[in-house]
């Protein structure tokens, strides 16, 4: 039986997530003031603590969207506490997307929360369902992005500005990923209610690999190419010049050599 307190319990915020927030909060101070003898690993820490607070975001909005939609099950499931552990794949939702990140620069998209479609009327529901967590990825960019393109960048640190924008760079590409009409990414998710029930069976099958094959595609230096230029475009309209975003992505990456290029800031 569910009771008040049990409801309030299943909609708790998480000590974890807390946790995982203290840590951007502190780490975007030492990386703001300068007060991190090595820039860098205030840096890395900012942006990983933050990417994984959307990647969360990102769910939850997913499992808040389904709540209201009429699936109730989702509080029970621990969805709506914000904690990474909670959901179904903590691997592909959580730590793949930080070792993507940490490799090549790029916001793998998750896919993690567990709907119950069956409690769900109505077409338009189960497609806002799944445009809501890669929606979430455009909202946290547009707060990344917003010193930039309010002209408010007087008295920002250069390495804060930076690591906003390499953390930019990483939601534009999560909310692109996401958004392709792929079987297996929220983007098909949003068409799917709307396609006959033949072709639906036909794409069932190739869910499980929807992500292997984009990335496949993206191996392809011409795709790559023109991948990257969108986002490199959607990143100028928002004020971030590909020296920040590049600069960012040095001083995340600090183990590696840096090339001093961005140190005319």
């Known amino acids: 039986m569910t009771t008040a307190a049990s409801r309030r319990s299943d909609r708790r915020i998480s000590p974890v997530f807390l946790g995982i927030v203290a840590v951007m909060a502190v780490t975007g101070w030492a990386t703001w003031t300068g007060f991190a003898e090595q820039p860098g690993v205030a840096v890395f820490l900012f942006v990983t603590a933050a990417w994984i607070v959307s990647l969360c975001l990102h769910e939850y909005a997913h499992a808040r969207t389904a709540l209201h939609s009429g699936d109730i099950s989702i509080g029970a499931k621990g969805y709506l506490t914000l904690n990474p552990l909670k959901y179904t794949h903590a691997l592909l939702s959580i730590v793949l997307p930080v070792l993507f990140v940490i490799m090549g620069g790029i916001g793998l998209p998750g896919g993690a929360v567990f709907i119950e479609h069956g409690r769900i009327r109505g077409r338009w529901k189960h497609s806002l369902i799944s445009a809501a967590g890669p929606l979430t990825n455009v909202a946290f960019a547009v707060v990344c992005t917003a010193p930039f393109w309010l002209d408010a960048l ?9 690591a906003l924008a390499f953390l930019a760079l990483l939601q534009v590409t999560a909310a692109i990923l996401n958004f392709l009409p792929v079987p297996g990414l929220d983007g098909y998710g949003v068409i799917e ?3 006959s029930h033949k072709a639906r069976r036909q794409m069932e099958p190739l869910a499980p690999f929807g992500l292997l094959l984009v990335f496949a595609v993206l191996w392809i230096p011409e795709v790559n190419g023109v991948f990257f230029d969108a986002v490199d475009a959607i990143l100028r309209g928002l004020g971030v010049s590909d020296l920040e975003t590049f ?9 590696q050599e840096d090339s001093g290029v961005c140190s005319a800031f």
Do not use: E
């Not at 600069?247 to 183990?255: A, N």
């Open 154 to 162: 007087d008295g920002v640190p250069a390495d804060f500005r930076f």
């Open 193 to 195: 209610p709307w396609l």
């Open 247 to 255: 600069c960012g992505q040095g001083l995340y990456r600090f183990w």
